[in-house]
């Protein structure tokens, strides 16, 4: 073995944090985020990375960029830019299925390639649920679809997903260790993968039109306010209407809490109370209820007239104190799925305290194509949980700002800017043309946007603030600099270098790039997609310079790979309709595994074509 090949002290500690980082990420008992802080912390205490460079991720160009396209997308997303496109969806789909799932499918692929993926897929939910809810055709047979198409355009600009925007950051900082004499890395431009995405984005589409819709389920309906009784009844076992039960002075639920009156076993669903003229849905549960208060319960007549009757209380004929309240228009039922990034996930809806922060009363879960209803306020939530809500739409879309869950059913929305929409996609086309230039980088250029429609009005500085995933930043922040001494510790290169001693003599390139890209998606599935290839870039392109491949290739085909998964919730796009859909782990293996497989042809073909 080479003296350039021998294992240091310093390789050791990288490969040591390496595989820390794999088990930590692999039992998910710590949160990613803080995950990424303790290797930050442990690269500066080893010395691995120099203390002036230890902080430098988070000013780099990676992070700047994904934070203005969350920010770009918020702003278009404000002017009701979808409402338009489900509009005109449906006036060119002509009442068919296939249509309208191509048409769809095609827009929200193309769409991502300028926000990230999540985003893109939080969007479009409430799309395909009001899609579904006009056309008849199941929830389920759209969302899969539309994900894996958000995933594959991804790969059309280096803004649509964090590893291509991570690309260029890792190439820059490779140059700094290669050979003499090794040709120096240039970072790609903005539309440098857009013939590979257009690729990717055709064979989902293909996919779906010819094969991938025969494993759906094609149970599920779509969701609208004006189909919630309906709905929320066949799904949930929700039923009946909402009525007004009247406290009188002789009721043994005077003095007693709202919690304790819920534990009774048969309570109908507390919606509503007024007391002391004050009138207000998603009561707390600390709440006391007194002489004259009047509650507003949901469930079947016979069995509020029971509840009524036994509990000493007045049921009114007709909705008197809460019609306005309870108008349609106004409040109702939703239904909500937790992304992977939510701080929800592990907690409560009794610690999240729903009713007395967000003013939202959780009715059910469904975990797992599993309904649970009893006790739902003491289980701690996980992500990809579907929630169901009732709430004033005002107070729903207030607390959906925050991004810890996001909301499927189509409900009236505030603070939209119609009126914005022409120029907030007119400085949305001059930021492309900026990227575009070759004197103009892409952060600089997507920051010009940010900073357009900020003035313009289209979004204000609050909104921008809110619609960043700070979680998101701060795991690639963090991780960045792993990358950086993977690279200068030389532990890439002796990992390539072994690699190479045991693959035969006369491999074509070709098969090593595919089993490179497995490699990729195995480790994408442990450490995300940003880890993965943060962690894969500087082994792709030592890996390359020992095969005599071009390094470039080898780092694009890491970067398009990490986002390879269709088959698992470990991918944040597919964790987050899995709820909605009602997929389980067989649609999932059935329909993704061989979208997967697909996916990786089709980028070693095309970057063997182009490179």
Known sequence: ?????????????????????MVLFLFDRIRADVVALVVLVLLGLTGLVAPEDLFAGFAGNAVISIIATMILGAGLERTGALNRLAGWLLRRADGSERKLLFLTSAVAGL?????????????????????????????????LPIAAAIVMGGGLTMVGNSPLILLNDLLISANANLPSGAVTLKPLGMFAPLPIGIALLAASLAYFHWFGTRHLSGQGEGVTPARIQSYFAEAYG???????????????????????????PDAPLILAL????????????????????????MGVREQIAQFSQKNKLHLAARLRQFADLFNPSRAGIAEAVIPPNSLFIGKSASELQLRKQYRLSLLAVNRDQEVIREEVRKLPLKAGDMLVLHSVWRDLAGAAAKKDFVVVTDFPKNEQRPHKFKIAMTIFAVTMLLALSSRIPVPIALMTGVA?????????????????????????????PLGWAMDSSGAAAWIAGHSIDRIPQGTPLWLIEIALAILTVAFSLVVSHVGATIMMVPLAINLAL????????????????????????????????M????YNARYLWRTGLPLSLIYTLVIVLMVNLIW
């Open 452 to 480: 357009g429609m900020l003035i313009a009005g289209v979004i204000q500085m609050d909104e921008a603030y809110a619609s960043i995933n700070w979680k998101t930043v701060f795991l690639m922040a963090c991780l960045i």
């Open 579 to 582: 709820g909605p859909g009602n």
């Open 546 to 577: 020992a095969a005599n491949g071009n390094p470039m290739a080898f780092a694009l085909i890491v970067a398009l790979s990490a986002s390879n998964n269709f088959m698992t919730s470990t991918n944040p796009v597919i964790s987050m309709v």
């Open 274 to 297: 007024k007391s002391s003229d004050e009138s207000r849905l998603a009561p707390s549960a600390d709440a006391r209820i007194w002489v004259g208060d009047v509650l507003g319960v």
């Open 238 to 264: 929700i039923e009946g209407d909402v009525h007004e039960l009247t406290v009188s002075a002789d009721s043994p639920l005077v003095g007693m809490m709202l919690g304790e009156i819920e534990a009774m």
């Open 1 to 21: 073995m080479s003296p350039a090949l021998t294992l240091t002290t310093d390789m050791k500690l990288v490969l040591g944090l390496v595989g820390l980082t």
């Open 111 to 143: 769409n991502s390639s300028i926000m990230q993926n999540p985003a893109v897929m939080a969007l479009y939910m409430p799309v395909a649920a009001r899609l579904s809810a006009r056309t008849g055709v199941a929830l389920a047979r759209l969302l």
